[in-house]
């Protein structure tokens, strides 16, 4: 797995939130395929206190672990394991994202010899290997979560169909705005260049949003790798089947405020 530092290709950083056994079951996942290069894998706890360093220790030993004192959220937590990555690429992966063969090799094939691009996102699968919509446009201000994850959404039925490039094969490789952040292969030389990993402002979602439109305003390109494939168990928490249960949920008015930071950040391009 790992070999001189010299050679390290890529670092696969995997952040946990009282997901230990999901942790377990995506690193052993990895383990079953034998990478074509030199690879770590770093583990990030936020404060879970779920005994995941106890499996670590028991089953992984070889696989590092850093353990934070408190639940800084998504972009925080990465951001810790982006920080000690010695890898020439960078791979963020949910813990509760089931890679395919040759999915890691794919990614990699893709970015390595394509210098202008910056960060690439494989294709999303549900459980029964439906794709998982996961590729998108830059979202304009009226598409509040409230609107696209409840049956408010029929009031811009076309402005949503844009936002989820229903409009684009997902069939081939081709340039979007951003990539659900389940799995995202990152150059470092673009992140060195990003100053930054993650926005820390955004506790949970939009981080992956503001990532992909860093990397796009720093000359780099966004692109999707359908060929590269991972089944995604994708529980929609903030989401709800009903609009006023929808905006009663802790999940909800997370996205909602993220949301709000995230044009707070970005209006005056987004006016423009």
Same mark, same amino acid.
């Given at each position: 797995?790992?070999?001189?530092?010299?050679?390290?290709?890529?670092?696969?950083?995997? @952040?946990?939130?009282?997901?230990?056994?999901?942790?377990?079951?995506?690193? &052993?996942?990895?383990?079953?395929?034998?990478?074509?290069?030199?690879?770590? #894998?770093?583990?990030?706890?936020?404060?879970?206190?779920? *005994?995941?360093?106890?499996?670590?220790?028991?089953?992984?030993?070889?696989?590092?672990?850093?353990?934070?004192?408190?639940?800084?959220?998504?972009?925080? /937590?990465?951001?810790?394991? @982006?920080?000690?990555?010695? /890898?020439?690429? $960078?791979?963020? @992966?949910? %813990?509760? #994202?089931?890679?395919?063969? =040759?999915?890691?090799?794919? @990614?990699?094939?893709?970015?390595? %010899?394509?210098? =202008?691009? /910056?960060?690439?996102?494989?294709?999303?699968?549900?459980?029964?290997?439906?794709?998982?919509?996961?590729?998108?446009?830059?979202?304009?201000?009226?598409?509040?979560?409230?609107?696209?994850?409840? *049956? $408010?959404?029929?009031?811009?039925?076309?402005?949503?169909?844009?936002?989820?490039?229903?409009?684009?094969?997902?069939?081939?490789?081709h340039?979007?705005?951003?990539?659900?952040?389940?799995a995202?292969?990152?150059?470092?030389?673009?992140?060195?260049?990003?100053?930054? *990993?993650?926005?820390?402002?955004?506790?949970?979602?939009?981080?992956?949003?503001?990532?992909?439109?860093r #990397?796009?305003?720093s000359?780099?390109?966004?692109?999707?790798?359908?060929?590269?494939?991972?089944?995604?168990?994708?529980?929609?928490?903030?989401?709800?089947?009903?609009w006023?249960?929808?905006?009663?949920? &802790?999940?909800?008015?997370?996205?909602?405020?993220s949301?709000?930071?995230?044009?707070?950040?970005?209006?005056?391009?987004?006016?423009?």
């Open positions: 797995m790992v070999c001189g530092l010299k050679n390290m290709v890529l670092s696969i950083i995997i @952040l946990n939130y009282k997901t230990k056994n999901l942790v377990k079951q995506c690193l &052993k996942n990895i383990a079953r395929f034998s990478l074509p290069f030199d690879y770590e #894998v770093i583990v990030v706890d936020n404060n879970s206190n779920d *005994g995941l360093a106890e499996m670590m220790h028991d089953y992984f030993p070889g696989h590092r672990l850093i353990l934070n004192h408190d639940n800084r959220g998504m972009g925080a /937590g990465n951001n810790l394991g @982006l920080a000690q990555a010695r /890898g020439e690429y $960078l791979l963020i @992966l949910n %813990p509760d #994202v089931v890679v395919l063969d =040759q999915a890691i090799e794919n @990614l990699w094939r893709f970015i390595h %010899p394509r210098t =202008q691009i /910056g960060l690439v996102a494989p294709r999303l699968l549900n459980p029964n290997r439906t794709e998982q919509q996961s590729r998108y446009r830059f979202p304009k201000i009226f598409l509040l979560p409230a609107l696209i994850r409840t *049956g $408010l959404k029929k009031i811009w039925r076309q402005q949503i169909k844009e936002y989820f490039m229903e409009d684009v094969s997902s069939a081939e490789p340039k979007i705005d951003w990539a659900r952040g389940s995202l292969m990152l150059r470092r030389s673009v992140l060195e260049r990003l100053t930054a *990993g993650f926005d820390e402002r955004f506790f949970m979602y939009m981080e992956d949003v503001d990532l992909c439109r #990397v796009w305003q000359g780099y390109e966004v692109w999707y790798v359908p060929h590269s494939q991972m089944i995604h168990y994708y529980a929609r928490e903030s989401g709800a089947n009903h006023f249960l929808d905006l009663t949920r &802790k999940m909800a008015w997370i996205h909602i405020i949301w709000i930071k995230y044009f707070w950040k970005w209006w005056r391009l987004d006016t423009k």
